[in-house]
């Protein structure tokens, strides 16, 4: 029986357990035996893979994408297999492909989304079936978004959904869920969820609880409520009985004037519910801003009816109202600082790309919320492409969540590719999330052991989601496997430059195909859609 064999590396298997020399045996797509040096012999036919010198780890897992359209658009997934990426958790923070129709516009809340490819499913099952049919060189687990659910069924209004609305949307998020879905997930700071209270979140919380489901959410995050935030999410997570996982925990730090004593607060808050006993984790990104699209700033009824709607509303005096009175994550951002918030990715006037917005507001003679309608305006064709960073965070109060063991890593991006139909698409961190981590946590600051920044990149992850066969190297287990040298395994994109693809990563094989040999692509993909039922076996 042909098979890969992994020869002469160390073993990290993602337990926690320190490294040990040994040889990797993979067969039909699973980890078939982990042998003792010299035990495999020169004999037996297949692919050899030499790992001297490098570390044998399980693929690593993004625990909070946003790839669920770039995927589609090119499925190669470059940006993350370069970096040992194997599996990526979809539809965070409210944003995602399914399900579509109703009154909201459907391309509304999709990341990376651009008109030339199709939106030619409505449900969850018939994303998940275009998804396996893209074949994504990637596993990829997903959650069901709210925000696409409000937007199927209450559309743009920023109001509670009536007592029929949410039955749809219930019914809604059932199909997901029993479609394979890992559980729900919220946006709670944007447009399309700012008027869902905490009691329809609990309602929909029970029904993915009921289903094994968790939820994980991007808090409510007012300013000046930094606590409240967090506190709303153990409380629906309680009430709906929901494994809870906190999105990108330090975004409350930018909520307050003192942002580590809101980072602090925010973690205390968690480990007071877990002694509790409630199930609390989280999770962090590894940029040191916060980016979203310029289109957040924008109510979502003035998106509806593509380029003439939106030119429509930009003049309109209702939109410059509520832009002023009631607060975006884009303002929430720029904290009444708009020299720190930076235009990315204007494609009608690149010139514009790498400017702040108080720039731009001053060369236009106009306040910043005018220049931003400016943008959008330009932009209209591709409105939810240009976007937006703003310097917001500190490394080393990002430290005091990186530091704490419930804490995950995820890329907070869209998965990429340097050529190809993504060539020109960006998302700060598709590039550099797990590479910067490891650089960072383990060879410079020595934060964390080489086998505890591998568990928390992939048994820690793994065990979140219920995978009980991905996430550790054992006989029996998925062959999603990363061999990468500990010394080189670095970031090469930068804020400037962010399309560089990571160093470091020698193999990977995603469910036993052989994705990345000595660096290069092999062409090969060997993802799948994973389904919540059948990965808890």
Known sequence: MSATMIVGGEVVDGT?????????????GRVAEILAPGQLGAGGAGERLDARGLCVAPGFIDIHSHSDFTLLVDPRAASAIAQGVTTEVIGNCGYGCAPLGGP???EANIYGYRPDLALGWRGTAGYFARLAQARPAVNVAALVPNGKL?????GAADRPAAPDELALMERQLAEGMEAGAFGLSTGLEYGPE????????VALCRVAAQRGGLYATHTRNQEGRAAEAIAEAIRTAAAAGAPLQISHISSVSRLEADGRAALE?????????RA?????????????FGTTTLSAALPPWALAGGRAGLEARLGDGRLRRELRERPSIVTRLARGDWSRVMLLGCRARPE??????????TELGADPLDAILAVLRDEADQVHAPMVAAFVYNEEDARLAFDHPACMVGSDATTLCPDGPLADAFFHGAYTWAAWFFRRFVRELRALTLEGAVH?????????LGLKRRGALRPGAWADITVFDPATFAERGTLDAPNRLAAGVRHVLVNGVLTLRDGAPTGARGGRVLRRAEEAV
Do not use: K, N
Not at 194 to 201: A, H, K, N, S, V
Not at 276 to 288: C, E, I, S, Y
Not at 456 to 464: I, K
């Open 194 to 201: 700012r008027g869902c209270p905490e009691q329809e979140i």
């Open 456 to 464: 928390r990149l992939t048994g820690l992850p793994a065990a979140r």
């Open 104 to 106: 909201g516009p459907d």
């Open 150 to 154: 409000r937007l199927a069924t209450v």
């Open 265 to 273: 607060r925010a973690i205390a808050q968690v480990e007071a519910a």
């Open 16 to 28: 926690g357990a320190p490294p040990r020399p040994a040889d990797v045996v993979v067969r039909d």
């Open 352 to 361: 514009r790309s790498g400017r702040s917005i108080a720039e731009l507001a």
């Open 276 to 288: 509790r006993g409630q199930d609390v984790a989280f999770d962090m990104h590894t940029r040191l």
